[in-house]
């Protein structure tokens, strides 16, 4: 069955870095490209943008260029979502999710999130 | 880019129905038929609901619809059940191989 893992918990000071992975099973893991989005506490979901599994390509959302930075390692079907420069803000749940298409929204499986809290 | 405008909360009894509006602009909702529409239980990962506006992925029940009219689209929950109680979410396609979210809708079953 199709399953997306990722990462436990993390606890960062503030402008520390931290990487959360996402690996997926029960698929070929480049035929579907990676999203992610956060939540933070008691808000909405934000898109932060999405990475093609075949080439690497990332795309970010606006206001996320330069501290995020998305990448792969196909050989373990797993994708990755480092931030630098830990702000108190980015204390979120980070999803990621695979995508058949980033136009139609068919984002059919989700992995179950990585709370990250920066605190110091 | 401004999320998706929903409204904050809707309610309906067992049974009734209930529609969530997403408004967004000509960039958005209004520019592309790429509508979608997620459920989130709480401490649990948004569901899948709908996408493409009105299509439903396998498993999700026909109680749920999409549709859209010019820039607002909509999620109808027909035959409300107490596990509908959710926070609901609508994306759009926004251009530019990007996504937009709405601000969420918290459904109470009353």
């Known amino acids: 069955q199709v399953q997306l893992v990722q990462s436990g918990s993390e606890l960062k000071m503030p402008g520390a870095s931290v990487k959360v992975s996402c690996k997926a099973s029960?698929?070929?893991?480049?035929?579907?490209?990676i999203i992610w989005v956060r939540q933070a506490p008691g808000q909405g979901l934000e898109w932060l943008g999405w990475?093609?599994?075949?080439?690497?390509?990332?795309t970010y959302a606006q206001g996320f260029t330069g501290r995020f930075l998305f990448s792969l390692d196909t050989s373990v079907s797993t994708a990755y979502l480092h931030i630098r420069s830990l702000k108190s803000e980015d204390t979120a749940v980070y999803y990621c999710?695979?995508?058949?298409?980033?136009?139609?929204?068919?984002?059919?499986?989700w992995g179950q999130g990585t709370l990250v809290t920066v605190s110091s | 880019q401004s999320a998706l405008t929903q409204p904050p909360s809707a309610s309906g009894s067992p049974g009734q129905s209930v529609t969530i509006s997403c408004t967004g602009t000509?960039?958005?909702?209004?520019?592309?038929?790429?509508v979608s529409w997620f459920q989130q239980h709480p401490g649990t990962a948004p569901k899948l609901l709908i996408f493409?506006?009105?299509k439903r992925p396998s498993g999700v029940p026909d109680r749920f619809s999409g549709s859209k009219s010019g820039n607002t689209a909509s999620l109808t929950v027909s035959g409300l059940q107490a596990e509908d109680e959710a926070d609901y979410y609508c994306?759009?396609?926004?251009?530019?191989?990007?996504?937009?979210f709405g601000g969420g809708t918290k459904l109470t079953v009353l």
């Open positions: 999710a695979r995508a058949s298409s980033i136009l139609t929204g068919n984002f059919d499986y």
């Open positions: 029960g698929y070929t893991f480049n035929y579907f490209a």
């Open positions: 990475i093609h599994t075949n080439t690497g390509n990332p």
């Open positions: 000509r960039s958005d909702v209004g520019g592309y038929n790429y």
């Open positions: 493409e506006v009105n």
């Open positions: 994306s759009s396609y926004a251009g530019s191989n990007n996504v937009i």
